[in-house]
T-cell receptor, first 115, second 112 residues
């Protein structure tokens, strides 16, 4: 079946430009996560959506980062005024509603390069 | 912060059992132990999870100590394709607000 998909797979942008990264979770999954992984590092939690609840934004590194999830499905992570330190792989994951299972299914990621 | 402690790296000979340890001394009664792995340039992949009993599936076995303060992931016959970073995570399945936090994991090298 269809897994988590992310687009674009690669994004190269210039410093100061805005970027939007898209995540399509598995159909029926109510929880959606965004992570960031810099080269050679572990995963860094960014934001978590669960159903209609207010998102947990505690991992967002600055106010240049924002995310939304429309209709409880597709999510967009936006980075404004990108900086070189934003270069990383951005991973999205989805899972069934907590209480059923917390197994997260990850997408292939978007590799962001800020020049 | 991650609630688990893992060695940064390990080596294992191909065909041997790979035993990856994880300490989670502050684990709560309602928290499960999850293992994921991340092969180079791919997203993390779920392996196995357990609460207090040992678990086995087609990928691996999970051994949890009786006091639940540590666990071991066992890959019974490691192959070169098992070279990856392995993450041990604790999470409360029943807690809607408990997000999974990944630490730095263990980089496992399978040696030919």
């Amino acid at each position: 079946g269809a897994g988590v998909s992310q687009s674009p797979s690669n994004k190269v942008t210039e410093k100061g430009k805005d970027v939007e990264l898209r995540c399509d979770p598995i159909s029926g999954h109510t929880a959606l996560y965004w992570y960031r992984q810099s080269l050679g590092q572990g995963l860094e939690f960014l934001i978590y959506f669960q159903g209609n609840s207010a998102p947990d934004k505690s991992g967002l590194p600055s106010d240049r980062f924002s995310a939304e999830r429309t209709g409880g499905s597709v999510s967009t992570l936006t980075i404004q005024r990108t900086q070189q330190e934003d270069s990383a792989v951005y991973l999205c994951a989805s899972s069934l509603e907590p209480g059923q299972t917390d197994t997260q299914y990850f997408g292939p990621g978007t590799r962001l390069t800020v020049l | 912060d991650a609630k688990t402690t893992q060695p940064p790296s390990m080596d294992c000979a191909e065909g041997r059992a790979a035993n990856l340890p994880c300490n989670h001394s502050t684990i709560s009664g309602n928290e499960y132990v999850y293992w994921y792995r991340q092969i180079h340039s791919q997203g993390p992949q779920y392996i196995i999870h357990g609460l207090k009993n040992n678990e086995t599936n087609e990928m691996a076995s999970l051994i949890i100590t009786e006091d639940r303060k540590s666990s071991t992931l066992i890959l019974p016959h490691a192959t070169l394709r098992d070279t990856a970073v392995y993450y041990c995570i604790v999470s409360a399945r029943m807690n809607r607000d408990d997000k999974i936090i990944f630490g730095k994991g263990t980089r496992l090298h399978i040696l030919p």
